[in-house]
């Protein structure tokens, strides 16, 4: 699916996040805080996002883990920069709600035993950095 999606730059990633932000009606996709990073929650049906961008350069290509958090900022904290480069947006989609139009960003962590959709809300122009 990533190879047909589009890829964004950096101000089309902002633009994205603008319209998201200029959003007020309530919608379930917000009925949990997901300005950080935070697993898709049971009241957000993942069928009600549908991915319209991605980040993901090359999917046969394993991106780094590396996060990047100049000013101290942690992978869940609100405040951390969106930087395409790096983990975990580098394995993320982009996806717009169905029902209200705002954009997630979302990936999914994978580990020895678990798999764990992983949303972060695309409402804050300002995080979206260039930091290649």
């Known amino acids: 699916m990533q190879d047909t999606l589009p890829r964004p730059d ?18 379930n996709c917000r009925s949990v805080d997901s300005s950080g990073w935070i697993s898709l929650p049971l009241s957000l049906p993942e069928t009600q996002l549908a991915d319209i961008a991605t980040l993901i350069v090359d999917p046969y290509d394993e991106p780094t883990f590396t996060e990047y958090h100049p000013d101290g900022t942690r992978y869940a904290s609100p405040e951390a920069p969106i930087a395409p480069a790096w983990y975990p947006y580098n394995r993320c989609n982009i996806a717009r709600c169905q029902q209200c139009g705002r954009h997630l960003l979302r990936y999914m962590e994978a580990g020895g035993y678990f798999v764990d959709r992983r949303i972060r809300a695309l409402d804050r122009p300002e995080l979206v950095v260039d930091a290649a």
């Open 10 to 27: 950096l101000d089309q990633l902002r633009a994205l996040a603008r319209q998201s932000a200029a959003i007020t009606q309530d919608c």
